[in-house]
């Protein structure tokens, strides 16, 4: 370990396990300017709007109760799936400007700042604070690096799961859901007919990655799309390529502008009544009924049958953290079974603790705590729990010079298994 955080480490740990309340003994006996700016917790996220927003004002409400004489700031910055918000991130680590703790993705996306020693082992704080019990093993072993763990999971969320205005829909003569690609892009051109000029809303870059994974989640089945990312499974099979014919002929439904939509501007074409589907983060549920619009329906992916596609927002202690007391605080809250509830039950996902109440929860929310226990999950590469960042802005790129220049799938597929080539090695 670095010099000098051998001590901190210890300390750190004997606080959580006597509890977050003894963590503000020491600056109860101090005051002044000095001792406010030390109580500060920079909180830095991508959760600037909508159901986003709503979540973590609920778990700065519990950091309040459980974190005494510890200060919020906010340090977001807007950009769906943190695509702004990592770019900035990068430039004040590397200007050795650190916040004290971040959002990153559970999974691969944080390989990178683990190497570069950006973030803290948390491996003490998660047997005090009893994560071990709390949390599913499978997810346990996916926050596990070389026996290690370095955050802490606050949610888990769907990627592969379809948005729906069912009156769009009745007035296209829609009346059933589809349960495969054909029967889907049967009822978008229904929806043209009747129309309809976007029946697919759909954004930038991440987003048109979200659509084609679960294409490709239908096309190769769990197993074979998990393998896209460990090099299990070609990039350049047949399936792929069908996969890629399939997603292509989608993307001709969508809205023309797509390329500089972020994703709450798509979900307002499906709002207005200007689109009937949207593929989107079952976030999106707490973010329409943030916005009003509770009329939805939702469904799995056409032909990805009981597959989950998971990922897990989670927090960090950051190397060099001007307040690591007070970020420790505020990592116990958001572990703690209450800080997930109050959390969860706003933004609209389901707690990564299986102990946790689900009063207040959604119909949706319900569904998705059921599923989770028997569907048979599957990692993302579009939110960081399938590949590294630097994997996923390669596959981004590809995808937006396909969006925006029209190039052939043939020309994108040779450049989805380029990158796959360049990084399944660096896994």
């Given at each position: 370990m670095r010099t000098g955080l051998v001590g901190r480490h210890t300390r750190r740990v004997l606080a959580a396990a006597a509890g977050v309340i003894l963590l503000l003994a020491a600056s109860a006996c101090s005051g002044g300017d000095e001792d406010a700016e030390a109580s500060k917790v920079e909180v830095f996220t991508w959760w600037a709007e909508g159901g986003e927003k709503a979540g973590l004002d609920a778990l700065v409400g519990q950091f309040?109760?459980?974190?005494?004489?510890?200060?919020?700031?906010?340090?977001?910055?807007?950009?769906?799936?943190?695509?702004?918000?990592?770019?900035?991130?990068?430039?004040?680590?590397?200007?050795?400007?650190?916040?004290?703790?971040?959002?990153?993705?559970?999974?691969?996306?944080?390989?990178?700042?683990?190497?570069?020693?950006?973030?803290?082992?948390?491996?003490?704080?998660?047997?005090?604070?009893?994560?071990?019990?709390?949390?599913?093993?499978?997810?346990?072993?996916?926050?596990?690096?070389?026996?290690?763990?370095?955050?802490?999971?606050?949610?888990?969320?769907?990627?592969?799961?379809?948005?729906?205005?069912?009156?769009?829909?009745?007035?296209?003569?829609?009346?059933?859901?589809?349960?495969?690609?054909?029967?889907?892009?049967?009822?978008?051109?229904?929806?043209?007919?009747?129309?309809?000029?976007?029946?697919?809303?759909?954004?930038?870059?991440?987003?048109?990655?979200?659509?084609?994974?679960?294409?490709?989640?239908?096309?190769?089945?769990?197993?074979?799309?998990?393998?896209?990312?460990?090099?299990?499974?070609?990039?350049?099979?047949?399936?792929?390529?069908?996969?890629?014919?399939?997603?292509?002929?989608?993307?001709?439904?969508?809205?023309?502008?797509?390329?500089?939509?972020?994703?709450?501007?798509?979900?307002?074409?499906?709002?207005?009544?200007?689109?009937?589907?949207?593929?989107?983060?079952?976030?999106?549920?707490a973010d329409l009924t943030a916005k009003g619009f509770r009329a939805y329906d939702w469904f799995t992916f056409p032909g990805n049958g009981d597959v989950f596609q998971w990922l897990a927002d989670s927090f960090v202690l950051a190397t060099g953290a001007p307040n690591p007391d007070g970020t420790t605080c505020w990592l116990a809250t958001v572990g703690s079974a209450p800080g997930q509830q109050a959390f969860n039950a706003a933004k609209g996902s389901i707690p990564a603790r299986t102990d946790t109440p689900t009063d207040g929860f959604s119909a949706y929310q319900l569904a998705a705590v059921e599923d989770w226990k028997s569907a048979t999950p599957v990692p993302s590469c579009a939110h960081g729990s399938a590949c590294s960042q630097a994997w996923q802005n390669a596959v981004n790129s590809a995808l937006s010079a396909y969006s925006t220049n029209h190039h052939s799938t043939t020309a994108l597929q040779k450049s989805l298994a380029a990158a796959a080539t360049q990084f399944v090695k660096q896994e």
């Amino acid at each position: 370990m670095r010099t000098g955080l051998v001590g901190r480490h210890t300390r750190r740990v004997l606080a959580a396990a006597a509890g977050v309340i003894l963590l503000l003994a020491a600056s109860a006996c101090s005051g002044g300017d000095e001792d406010a700016e030390a109580s500060k917790v920079e909180v830095f996220t991508w959760w600037a709007e909508g159901g986003e927003k709503a979540g973590l004002d609920a778990l700065v409400g519990q950091f309040a109760e459980e974190c005494q004489g510890q200060q919020f700031i906010d340090g977001a910055v807007a950009g769906g799936a943190g695509i702004n918000a990592k770019q900035v991130l990068t430039a004040r680590l590397t200007q050795n400007d650190p916040p004290d703790t971040f959002q990153v993705h559970a999974g691969a996306e944080l390989s990178e700042y683990i190497d570069a020693g950006r973030v803290e082992d948390l491996t003490g704080e998660f047997q005090a604070w009893g994560l071990r019990q709390a949390l599913p093993q499978g997810l346990i072993d996916d926050l596990t690096v070389n026996g290690k763990i370095y955050s802490v999971p606050v949610n888990v969320h769907r990627a592969n799961v379809v948005w729906a205005n069912p009156q769009v829909l009745s007035d296209a003569g829609i009346h059933t859901t589809p349960k495969t690609i054909t029967a889907f892009l049967a009822d978008l051109e229904k929806l043209r007919k009747a129309g309809i000029e976007s029946p697919l809303a759909l954004g930038r870059d991440w987003t048109q990655l979200m659509l084609l994974e679960a294409v490709l989640i239908t096309k190769l089945g769990p197993e074979r799309f998990s393998g896209l990312f460990t090099g299990e499974t070609s990039w350049s099979s047949t399936a792929v390529s069908a996969g890629l014919r399939d997603f292509a002929k989608l993307l001709k439904y969508s809205n023309a502008d797509r390329d500089a939509m972020d994703w709450p501007d798509a979900e307002r074409l499906l709002i207005d009544g200007k689109a009937g589907y949207q593929v989107m983060g079952d976030w999106e549920a707490a973010d329409l009924t943030a916005k009003g619009f509770r009329a939805y329906d939702w469904f799995t992916f056409p032909g990805n049958g009981d597959v989950f596609q998971w990922l897990a927002d989670s927090f960090v202690l950051a190397t060099g953290a001007p307040n690591p007391d007070g970020t420790t605080c505020w990592l116990a809250t958001v572990g703690s079974a209450p800080g997930q509830q109050a959390f969860n039950a706003a933004k609209g996902s389901i707690p990564a603790r299986t102990d946790t109440p689900t009063d207040g929860f959604s119909a949706y929310q319900l569904a998705a705590v059921e599923d989770w226990k028997s569907a048979t999950p599957v990692p993302s590469c579009a939110h960081g729990s399938a590949c590294s960042q630097a994997w996923q802005n390669a596959v981004n790129s590809a995808l937006s010079a396909y969006s925006t220049n029209h190039h052939s799938t043939t020309a994108l597929q040779k450049s989805l298994a380029a990158a796959a080539t360049q990084f399944v090695k660096q896994e």
